[in-house]
Structure formats: structure tokens, C-alpha cells
T-cell receptor, first 114, second 113 residues
Framework: EAQVTQNPRYLITVTGKKLTVTCSQN?????MSWYRQDPGLGLRQIYY???????DKGDVPEGYKVSRKEKRNFPLILESPSPNQTSLYFC?????????????FGQGTRLTVV | EDQVTQSPEALRLQEGESSSLNCSYT??????LFWYRQDPGKGPEFLFT???AGEEKEKERLKATLTKKESFLHITAPKPEDSATYLC??????????????FGTGTRLKVLA
């Protein structure tokens, strides 16, 4: 089954404790990205990756890091989480350079930083 | 600045009462406009992609249209199962030949039986 898998689904952590949210896709997609979703602000792109070893900042990259060492995986790293990073996070993947490049989204990770 | 604005924020319809959702956009070099449906607690699910003004696409009770400044999602004779948040997004140029996505804040649709 074609899917994007995020882990964990729920996470409560303390300010300053480094964490990683994993994202994996099994569709051989080139393009992967991370979003955060907040009430009233909608989905905002944090980082995106056009392919292995190619990453770029989205609209809200501050406080986040990413890496793309393998095509299927695109982890999101919070080196020193702060309460304003409490949010619902989504990973997505899509084909690149073709018509109908629909994005497939993961189930979401609800992060709370206290 | 690239921007996507959706209206209304929320919409309540009676079953069978047709209506339209609006997505207006400002983007330098539109590569595509996307509609997604999002159910509570789930990730967005793809509905349509539109690439050029005048283009229309249909799926069951939904029909998406595109002009140079906005897109409409028409819902004909909606059913309660159409209740969801509908998101509009544009694909816009990013840095150095890349592209990024900009989403609107969505329209929360509730269809009453």
C-alpha cells in the first residue's frame, strides 16, 4: 500500500530536549516536505527536499533542521524545542516534474512542548 | 508576496443545498493549484490539480474551476459525508529552480442531514 509514515503520532517533551520526527515513504517520490498546522494559520511549509541531499527552506524554517540522505526518508529535527513549536506536523511526498503531482500526506504528529 | 486566501472560513449547508468555496491567490509564476480535503485528525487528501485559467475538473459532487486570480470548488447537492475542511494550495517558485507549496487556511464545511 502506498503510504507516508510518520513517527511518533503523539509526543510531549520539555523545552530544550532534542527530538526527531521520522518520515518515510514507499512510493519512490523525489519531493518530500514538512508542514506545521496551527489554528487560524493553516498549513505552513517548514522545509522541502527536491531529491537526495537537496533541501530548501519553506516559509517557517526557524528552529528546525532536516536531512535527506536516502530517497525514502526525510526526518525533521528540533535541536532545542520551544513551546511555540507546539503544533500538528505533517510530512508529505510527491512525484516531481510531472502533471498531477499530488502530495500524499502522513497521519500527522501532534507535538506538545512544555 | 505569494499568498492564498480562502473564503468563507466556515460554511453550513443543508443536505442537497449547493454552494461554492473560493480560493484567491497571488503568486509569481503559478505552477499549479491544488484542492485537498482534510478530515479531523487526518492528513489532507488530494482532490484536484488545475494548471491553467479556464481549466475545470470534476469528481462526484465536486467541481473545481480556475481563473487567473482565483479558483472555485463547487459542491453540488452535498451529503453529510462531504463535511470536512477543504484546503487550497498553490505551487510557487522557490529558490534556485525549486518549488514550494503555499496553503490557504481552509474552509470548514458542515453538511446537515
Amino acid at each position: 500500500e502506498a503510504q507516508v509514515t510518520q513517527n511518533p503520532r503523539y509526543l510531549i517533551t520539555v523545552t530544550g530536549k532534542k527530538l526527531t520526527v521520522t518520515c518515510s515513504q514507499n512510493m519512490n517520490h523525489e519531493y518530500m516536505s514538512w508542514y506545521r498546522q496551527d489554528p487560524g494559520l493553516g498549513l505552513r511549509q517548514i522545509y522541502y527536499s527536491m531529491n537526495v541531499e537537496v533541501t530548501d527552506k519553506g516559509d517557517v524554517p526557524e528552529g528546525y533542521k532536516v536531512s535527506r540522505k536516502e530517497k525514502r526518508n526525510f526526518p525533521l529535527i528540533l535541536e532545542s524545542p520551544s513551546p511555540n513549536q507546539t503544533s500538528l506536523y505533517f510530512c508529505a511526498s510527491s512525484l516531481q516534474g510531472l502533471p498531477d503531482t499530488e502530495a500524499f500526506f502522513g497521519q500527522g504528529t501532534r507535538l506538545t512542548v512544555v | 508576496e505569494d499568498q492564498v486566501t480562502q473564503s468563507p472560513e466556515a460554511l453550513r449547508l443543508q443536505e442537497g443545498e449547493s454552494s461554492s468555496l473560493n480560493c484567491s491567490y497571488t503568486v509569481s509564476g503559478l505552477r499549479g493549484l491544488f484542492w485537498y480535503r482534510q478530515d479531523p485528525g487526518k492528513g489532507p487528501e488530494f482532490l484536484f490539480t488545475l494548471y491553467s485559467a479556464g481549466e475545470e475538473k470534476e469528481k462526484e459532487r465536486l467541481k473545481a474551476t480556475l481563473t487567473k486570480k482565483e479558483s472555485f470548488l463547487h459542491i453540488t447537492a452535498p451529503k453529510p459525508e462531504d463535511s470536512a475542511t477543504y484546503l487550497c494550495a498553490v505551487q510557487a517558485p522557490g529558490a534556485s529552480g525549486t518549488y514550494k507549496y503555499i496553503f490557504g487556511t481552509g474552509t470548514r464545511l458542515k453538511v446537515l442531514a
